[in-house]
């Protein structure tokens, strides 16, 4: 319950099994157990603009990366 890679790894497979919606939970919950890991938010990012295509809160959410990780190079990608 406390691993937050675990509950990534599951939200993982919930995603490649098309159940965006589960993968996201998973997600949210592995960033609160390890809220300065900036992958789990990119990827969150990602999985929540496909799913609820809410442009402002991506872009909002890929600058969190940044701001954890200024040199994340696919967030970087993403808002050039």
Known sequence: PN???GWFALAE???ARGD???AIDL???AVALDPLR????YVLALLE???RRDDARYE??????LRIDPNYAQA???LA
């Open 3 to 5: 691993d937050a890679e």
């Open 13 to 15: 497979l919930l995603e």
């Open 20 to 22: 965006r919606s589960a």
């Open 27 to 29: 997600i949210e919950r």
């Open 38 to 41: 900036p992958r789990y938010r």
């Open 49 to 51: 603009q496909q799913t």
């Open 60 to 65: 909002a959410a890929l600058r969190e990366v």
């Open 76 to 78: 970087l990608g993403r």
